[in-house]
């Protein structure tokens, strides 16, 4: 079997087993609940994965659309979804594809702005996140943004040496552990580099290892916000944390930041 399917398919996986916290959906549940009136709602989440936010605001009534580059975490929503006839997911990748258009409600959540996948320049890509948030809302529509926020990126990311971040056995019987060396953070252009590599065996005792150099650019709390002022958004709630304490302007600490932008 390709060797590339082999260890997609057991990240995928292994990320679903270690990757199934409630509390941020729940905020996020309570968050429509309070800003929308309770009423469903149409909602776009992009970067759905394997369904952990998309399915549960579909089984609390709203109409929900997820898509995600990565097939491979799609087919585990497919198996969530089972049964409710107001979800719908599929492939795109979410820098070159049209997203959309007349949503009550775009979802970016589960840190997805610090995590996006692409060749691209990486805080470009964000900003096109931001604009395609836009484009895919009704007029008066909301943008739900959910990220680390870091005012001093720097003794957060800077670290080197060996750490191993997911380990487990997929359900094909591959076992293996995914392997960090560290990475390097730039001050100036808020780059954060790194190494690191997945080391399998596949059931028939087979060696697999996948190098992987990455990088992430770490935007500031200016940034998110002037990226959302250009992308034509209004800021009308912001929580810190998951709890109801608004964001601090500026913030000095390293937060969960939840924005909840109204399209103007």
Known sequence: MNRQFIAKHWYADVYEQFENQTYDVEFLLGVLREQCGGKPQNILETACGGGRISVPLAEAGHSVTGFDA???????????????????????????????????????????????????????????????????????????????????????????????????????????????????????????????????????GENVIVPMLWHKHIPSQAQVFGWLEEAGFELERTYRDYTDEPLAEPETEHVRATIWARKK
């Open 70 to 204: 990565d097939e491979h975490m799609l087919m585990r929503c497919y198996k969530r979804m089972g049964g409710l006839p107001n979800i719908r997911c599929y492939k795109a990748d979410a820098v070159t594809s049209d997203w959309g258009a007349d949503f009550d409600v775009v979802v970016l959540a589960g840190n997805v702005l610090i995590n996006i996948e692409t060749e691209a320049d990486y805080a470009q890509a964000q900003t096109i996140f931001i604009r395609k948030a836009a484009e895919a809302l009704r007029q008066g529509g909301h943008l739900y943004l959910d990220f680390d926020l870091h005012t001093d990126p720097a003794p957060y990311f800077n670290s080197l040496g060996e750490t191993t971040y997911l380990a487990g056995t997929d359900d094909m019987g591959t076992s293996g552990r995914m392997v960090s060396y560290g990475g390097v953070y730039d001050l100036v252009t808020r780059i954060f580099e790194g190494v690191k590599h997945l080391e399998l065996m596949q059931n028939n």
